[in-house]
């Protein structure tokens, strides 16, 4: 280890994180300065909401190794409830738009639709995983991986046949101007969607850090024996982060509502993209989720913007297959032991 | 008693390696529990600490059933299990370690109380303190576990094969501490590889074969008794 | 249908049927099937139909269970290789005026190709990562095939030949059928061979397979080939089916449901996915014209079926019916 600063830093560039950060920030540059502001700011605010998403998903994984394919579903469970609960004040804002009442009720029906993906993640917990965790713990990271595929179509199919296909999406939010930040107009909306991922995000952060059930979810993801042999309620911790995961995506839903209408497939997207930011982070690096969110977030707007959407698929995951090629653990490691056949 | 096991058999899936196995330890004893490789020894430690199901048997602590409980129950209630793999949380420092040690001490002033005691028998973890447990050597690691153990201030310490993979001298420490412990009052079992050393500093032993108990009495007349000394000593 | 464990029997027949890997159980199931679209009230069109295309997912299910059963990674990009074997034979068909009898094989050699690419990039990693890796594969071609609309004509569709100058379904149900029992035969009697235990070694533990003298990489290789040609076969059956070809065919939820009815009729069997993709798609359809005021209630039963057989019987019909019936048919 060495203690220079200039030597570490000139080591952290040399690292496939190093190198694909600078490229990233960049390669977002060069591009704000060729077509505009709206490039970085599009990236940030999808990038913001992809890491709520991704950040469950690597905690699923790295805590429960579970694979988790439904996870896009509780994002759609998260549009579906945000939109019941805030169309009936919908009515009530227009007629009192600039009042407080106004500013915090879309919160409400955010954070209403947070706790449902909570309460979500419970019952998927008690009634799916506890399950199987109880019958067989062998070839479980299949096994578990094929009954997400299983609930996903559950899922999805439930919301086609109790709400049906069509869109159910609302116009915004937060009503009025859009705010103007580095000359670009950007809706409240968006401006909000960010505000409350970084929120989310910092808020996650800090409780994995300093309290004690944070500590004793970390814990269970290094090593479940030790977390046992040293006193972590086992189940009550798995319990604990699906249910955070569950509500963390359904936020993220809630709060793209007005993006994103509810419809039964809405979680897909979400869903591949989160895939490439955990595989490109390497599996159950929750932090390294965040970071890889942002440039999962660029490499989509950039392809959108130089090549046209529709390749937004297409080219990130050739990218990310060609970095998985020289990196296999992703860009910042994994933590969980074994991604290659040892 | 402090710990009763009555008849246990145990094993993994269909696959029995413990039959019939019976041991009590009394509090303030230091026991250990030899046996040739494969016998169960480790088995037996970890069906004591709940990380494996009994398939037949009770086991009392305190006098209260303990059987069938998990891991986390187990702990506790005051056992502490130390495992052969350590089972570290190879992310988290050395000093976040040890405090995920005291995960069931609520306390924050006892907490710290038993840092400086951890700290104060193995010097070397103080000066580690921020480095990540996943970088350090074979024997540091091993003192963190002991010393993770000790953490939620245990009144009985399962120590399995504390000196496997160290070199002599850190043997020697390892051992030296384990003295330390007992002396501050622990209940220890010990399960060891080195026969010898094991016996001299242990009050009683037991002899597990084939998952099954062949001998058990004080650690000087396990030493001289024959069986013992043709099995394990060579001699 | 095989006969995995039993003891070898005396010549004859059974030693025949053991060749060809049938039980008699099987052989019967086969003749009701050569026989069925012949009688009422499995001769009208529409039945004939369902039959064919419960034939077509069972052989893609027997394909993906080759890989999936067998060296344990679930090709989650199956249905795009699959559906890179349809567009493959569907546009040399248009532009060069190929015959679809000629096409489908094609299809085959191309989705072979991408399989060999997969199989050699996944092969350092481990299952769940490799999965991933074929899904990303799969979701850039779906793309690839949606927005390169000069060649595929992306979501309106590109209208391929057919096989036959009929509308009826009957002459197509027998090539599905003869298609089905080609990839149950390569599959099985790969299986059978020294080759079919290094598969079952990798699948379980890749680390004690090397050190006992397999060769993963190659394996995997090999493996992931064969069922991706198999798929890009069946792809190009598709195609000149169904006359129409969309991106849709390439998506994720395609690969689910050949996947559901694999693990649903068992890994590891080859049969298990072939019998039940029968009923399975009969129930399905069946659920699906009666209850059309409840759409998507069949989707829900086969996921909960998958979740059900993952969670209480994870060997699926295949374990079911060796546990209840293949003892008994020993004894006797």
């Known amino acids: 280890m060495s203690n220079n600063p200039t030597v570490s830093a000139v080591e952290w560039f040399k690292s496939a994180a190093g190198l694909t950060i600078s490229l990233a920030v960049i390669a977002a540059l060069a591009a704000t300065i060729d077509r505009g502001p709206y490039i970085l700011v599009n990236t940030v605010v999808t990038g913001g909401m992809l890491s709520l998403v991704a950040m469950g998903l690597a905690l699923v994984f790295g805590v429960m190794n579970i694979p988790m394919f439904a996870h896009g579903e509780y994002f759609m469970i998260g549009t579906l409830v945000a939109y019941y609960v805030f169309t009936p004040m919908n009515g009530y804002i227009d007629q009192h738009t600039g009042t407080l009442a106004a500013a915090l009720l879309p919160l409400v029906a955010i954070i209403v639709a947070g706790l449902a993906g909570g309460v979500m993640g419970v019952l998927t917990e008690k009634l799916v995983f506890s399950n199987l965790r109880k019958r067989s713990r062998e070839n479980w990271v299949m096994n578990s991986f094929l009954l997400t595929v299983g609930l996903s179509v559950v899922l999805i199919n439930l919301h086609q046949l109790i709400f049906g296909t069509e869109f159910k999406g609302i116009v915004g939010y937060w009503r009025g101007a859009p705010l103007s930040i580095m000359d670009v107009f950007i809706s409240r909306d968006r401006c909000m969607a960010f505000v409350l991922a970084a929120v989310m995000v910092t808020a996650f952060w800090l409780f994995m850090t300093y309290t004690r059930t944070g500590r004793a979810i970390r814990a269970v993801s290094q090593d479940e024996t030790g977390a046992l042999i040293v006193g972590i309620d086992l189940n009550g911790i798995l319990l604990l982060t699906m249910s955070m995961s569950c509500a963390l995506a359904a936020f993220a839903g809630a709060s793209l509502l007005f993006m994103y209408p509810s419809y039964p497939s809405v979680g897909l997207e979400p869903l591949y993209m989160a895939w490439f930011v955990v595989i490109l982070a390497g599996l159950g690096n929750v932090l390294g989720a965040v970071v890889g969110a942002f440039i999962v977030a660029l490499l989509k707007v950039l392809t959108v913007e130089y090549i046209g959407s529709g390749w937004e698929f297409v080219v990130p995951s050739v990218l990310i297959i060609i970095i998985l090629i020289f990196k296999p653990s992703g860009i910042f490691g994994s933590e969980v032991r074994g991604i290659l056949d040892k | ?235 | 249908m095989e006969i995995a464990n039993t003891a070898p029997q005396a010549g004859g027949l059974s030693g025949l049927l053991e060749k060809v890997c049938f039980t008699p159980a099987g052989l019967v199931g086969l003749a009701v099937l050569i026989v069925l679209p012949l009688i009422p009230p499995f001769n009208q069109e529409y039945l004939v139909r369902w039959l064919v295309q419960a034939a077509f997912i069972a052989a893609l299910s027997v394909a993906f269970d080759f890989t999936a059963g067998y060296i344990n990674i679930v090709n989650f990009g199956f249905c795009a290789i699959m559906g890179l074997g349809a567009y493959t034979s569907a546009i040399l068909g248009l532009r060069t005026g190929l015959s679809p009898w000629v096409g489908i094989w094609t299809g085959a050699v191309t989705a072979a190709a991408l399989g060999f690419v997969i199989g050699l990039i996944t092969l350092r990693l481990r299952g769940i990562f490799a999965a991933c890796l074929a899904w990303f594969f799969g979701l850039a071609l779906m793309g690839l095939a949606t927005k390169m609309v000069w060649l595929t004509r992306g979501p309106l569709g590109l209208r391929a030949p057919r096989l036959f100058e009929t509308s009826s379904n009957v002459p197509y149900y027998y090539v599905i059928l003869a298609m089905l029992l080609a990839t149950y035969l390569v599959t099985r009697l790969l299986v059978k061979t020294k080759m079919g235990l290094a598969f079952q070694a990798i699948g379980q533990n890749m680390e004690a397979a090397r050190t006992s003298g397999v060769n993963p990489v190659y394996y995997r290789i090999v493996n992931f080939t064969l069922s991706c040609a198999l798929a890009g076969w069946l792809g190009g059956f598709y195609a000149h089916y169904y006359g129409i070809l969309t991106p849709d065919m390439m998506h994720t939820s395609k690969t689910v449901e050949v996947l559901a009815v694999a693990y649903i009729g068992g890994r590891g069997s080859l049969w298990g996915g072939a019998v039940i993709a029968f009923p399975f798609i009969f129930a399905m359809e069946l659920v699906r014209s009666s209850l059309s005021s409840l759409p998507g209630l069949n989707l829900i039963i086969y996921g909960l079926l998958l979740i059900l057989v993952m969670i209480y019987y994870s060997g699926g019909f295949a374990e079911f019916y060796n546990q209840h019936f293949r003892k008994k048919e020993a004894r006797a």
């Open chain 2, 1 to 235: 008693m402090l710990l009763e096991v009555k008849k246990i058999d145990a094993g993994y899936g269909f696959l029995q390696i413990l039959r019939k196995v019976s041991l009590e330890i009394d509090k303030g004893e230091y026991v250990c529990l030899v046996g040739p490789n494969g016998a169960g020894k480790s088995t037996t430690l970890k069906t004591i600490a709940g990380l494996i199901k009994p398939m037949a048997g009770e086991i009392l602590f305190e006098g209260h059933p303990i059987t069938g409980l998990p891991g986390n129950k187990v702990a506790r209630r005051g056992i502490s299990y130390v495992s052969e793999e350590m089972n570290l949380f190879v992310n988290m420092t050395v000093q976040e370690n040890l405090y995920m040690g005291a995960y069931t001490v609520r306390d924050k002033k006892l907490q710290k109380e038993r840092l400086d005691f951890v700290y104060n028998l193995f010097p070397r973890l103080a000066e580690r303190r921020g480095q990540l447990a996943g970088t350090m050597s074979g024997g540091e690691r091993k003192m963190l576990a002991i010393g993770r153990g000790m953490m939620s201030s245990p009144t009985l310490m399962l120590v399995d094969e504390p000196s496997f993979g160290l070199a002599p001298q850190l043997t020697e420490t390892v051992f030296d501490s384990l003295e330390i412990l007992r002396n501050s009052g622990v209940t220890i079992m010990l399960v060891e590889q080195n026969v010898t050393k094991t016996l001299e500093v242990t009050d009683r032993g037991y002899v597990l074969e084939n998952g099954r108990i062949q001998l058990a009495g004080k650690s000087s007349d396990l030493a001289s008794d024959p069986h013992v000394r043709k099995v394990f000593l060579g001699v």
